[in-house]
């Protein structure tokens, strides 16, 4: 873990705008997850940074096809015996998303204040316009990892209907009754299921 953190810990204080206005004002530039981890990759590979400290053995095999895989924009599936490094692979493409993102302050899923996606996020753009409040999000903030087990549920990685919110009046229709999973809140980040193959099949097609 040592070697993770000294990928993505932060180097530099985050920007300093604090609200949609002040953003937008400013020389972020919005992409994509796969286009941040293709742009730094590259900006790594040009100026003759290792992207993959502390990953030994794989630089004539495993490390050029991820590569490509990144550059391409795919998701990717790490196939091998236990102890092979997948986990630890995961973990170091993190140090080729952006530093720091900006998000909706007190979103639920860290969404990008340009594109809100849950209706709460929606109204409040809709009402406060430049003056929506934003944060910075570290890369390292943005790592999501679940060890795969049998009693995982379908609940647990998307998410399920909160009965909280039923009561309360909500119909099950509305998308505000929803208690989010794993892989939602890992919105805009990266997402690492361990040992799949652990999971029942019918939630592997759910994930």
């Known amino acids: 873990m040592a070697s993770q953190t000294s990928i993505t810990s932060a180097k530099n204080p985050p920007p300093t705008a604090s609200n949609l206005g002040e953003l937008r004002a400013s020389d972020h530039v919005q992409r994509s997850i796969r286009d941040e981890i293709r742009h730094n ?16 053995g ?11 895989s990144l550059l391409a924009g795919h998701d990717v599936v790490l196939l091998g015996e236990r102890g092979q490094g997948k986990t630890r692979i995961l973990r170091t493409i993190v140090g080729l998303l952006d530093e720091w993102t900006p998000v909706i302050a007190g979103a639920e899923l860290g969404e990008h204040p340009d594109e809100p996606i849950t209706p709460e996020s929606q109204r409040r753009a809709a009402e406060l316009g430049d003056d929506l409040p934003i944060q910075w999000r570290h890369r390292s903030e943005r790592y999501s ?7 995982t549920s379908v609940a647990d990685l998307v998410g399920d209907i909160d009965p909280m919110k039923v009561a309360e009046g909500r119909s099950l229709g509305d998308p505000e009754t929803i208690h989010f999973g794993l892989i939602p809140r890992a919105h805009r980040g990266i997402v690492a299921i361990n040992e799949l193959p652990d ?7 759910a994930g």
Request: glycine share 8%.
């Open 145 to 151: 990892e679940k060890l795969a087990t049998p009693d």
């Open 58 to 68: 794989l630089e004539s095999t495993v490390i050029p096809q991820l590569e490509r």
């Open 41 to 56: 990759l590259l900006a790594a590979l040009r100026g003759g940074a290792d992207p993959w400290v502390g990953l030994v």
């Open 199 to 205: 999971l029942a099949e019918r939630i592997q097609v």
